[in-house]
C-alpha cells in the first residue's frame, strides 16, 4: 500500500506543474489582451505615405487611452465594446491610427488635418482650411541614403553622391491654426491630390492626409478597399501615434546577427509625436 501511496505522488505534482503553467499562460493571455486593448498596441509602417515622419521599417506604439475605446481598440476588432466609451475628438496635426473605411480591416496612419464642420481644399498642393491658405515654408530638401526599405519614389528624387545613392525629395514644414507644425513631402508637380473640390467634413467623419502630398491615398479620394480612405468615422480610431520604439532599413540579414545592429536607425527610435 505505501509503494502504490509513493508512486501516485510524482503524478500528482507532475499534473499540478501542468496546471500551473496554463495558469500562468492564461493569466499573460488576459495581461496581453488588456494591455493592448487600454493601453498601447505595436503598429509597424509599411509605406512610404507619411515620410518624413515615419519611414518604412519604423516601428511605433500607440496610446488606446487618447480618443476613447470602441471594438477597434480591441485585437482583431472584437465586438465587446458598444460604440465609443470616453470619446474625444483629435486635435489638427495629430497623427492617429484607424481602421480604413470602407471595410474597416486594415489599420491606417494619417496626419488629422479637418475635423467636423471644416471646409477643406487643395489648391497647387497647399492645403486650404476654411478658406484660409495654411501656411507652408520651404525648408531644405529630405535627403534619404536608397536602402532595402527606402527606394526612391520618382526617377528625379533619385541621385548619386560619392557613390552613394540617395533620394533627394522637395520639403516644406506646414504650419495649423492651432500651432502644430510638421514636414511635407512635395514630390511631384500636378498631381490628382494637388488640386481638389471643396470638402465639407461631416459631424463624426475626419479629414485625413499622408505627409507625403503625392504618394499618399487619403481623405482627398473616395474609400476603396486597401486604396484611398474618402473621410474617416470618428469611431474608427484606434488610437495616437506616441513613440518610435525601433527603426530598421531593411538591410539586416536573419543569419548575420552583427547586421541586425548596422540595419538599426538608431536616431530614430524614442522620437515622440
Not at 499573460?28 to 509597424?44: D, K, M, T
Not at 507644425?181 to 498631381?191: A, I, K, M, P, W
Not at 475626419?206 to 469611431?235: C, K, Q, T, W
Request: aromatic share 12%.
Amino acid at each position: 500500500m505505501s509503494d502504490q501511496t509513493s508512486a501516485s505522488k510524482p503524478r500528482k505534482q507532475k499534473r499540478s506543474e501542468t496546471a500551473d503553467f496554463m495558469i500562468f499562460l492564461l493569466k499573460l493571455g488576459i495581461f496581453v489582451f488588456l494591455f493592448r486593448s487600454f493601453f498601447a498596441a505595436p503598429f509597424n509602417i509599411p509605406s512610404e505615405s507619411m515620410m518624413p515622419r515615419l519611414l518604412v521599417g519604423d516601428y511605433l506604439l500607440v496610446s488606446k487611452w487618447s480618443y476613447g475605446y470602441s471594438r477597434y481598440s480591441l485585437p482583431f476588432s472584437v465586438p465587446l465594446i458598444p460604440g465609443r466609451i470616453l470619446a474625444s475628438t483629435p486635435e489638427r496635426g495629430d497623427v492617429v491610427v484607424f481602421k480604413a473605411p470602407p471595410y474597416q480591416r486594415q489599420d491606417y496612419i494619417k496626419r488629422v488635418i479637418g475635423l467636423p464642420g471644416d471646409l477643406i481644399q487643395v489648391r497647387d498642393g497647399q492645403v486650404i482650411l476654411n478658406g484660409a491658405p495654411v501656411p507652408r515654408e520651404r525648408i531644405a530638401d529630405f535627403v534619404l541614403p536608397e536602402k532595402p526599405y527606402n527606394k526612391c519614389l520618382t526617377d528625379a528624387s533619385m541621385e548619386t553622391v560619392a557613390g552613394v545613392r540617395q533620394c533627394r525629395y522637395t520639403r516644406y514644414r506646414e504650419t495649423l491654426p492651432n500651432g502644430k507644425s510638421y514636414e511635407v513631402l512635395d514630390t511631384t508637380q500636378g498631381t490628382a491630390g494637388d488640386d481638389t473640390r471643396v470638402y465639407t467634413v461631416p459631424e463624426g467623419m475626419l479629414f485625413l492626409m499622408g505627409d507625403n502630398r503625392d504618394h499618399s491615398a487619403d481623405s482627398r479620394f473616395p474609400a476603396r478597399d486597401g486604396e484611398a480612405i474618402g473621410m474617416v468615422p470618428e469611431a474608427n480610431l484606434v488610437g495616437r501615434a506616441w513613440i518610435s520604439v525601433f527603426s530598421t532599413d531593411g538591410s539586416a540579414s536573419w543569419l548575420l546577427p552583427w547586421t541586425w545592429f548596422t540595419a538599426a536607425r538608431w536616431e530614430r527610435i524614442g522620437e515622440r509625436f
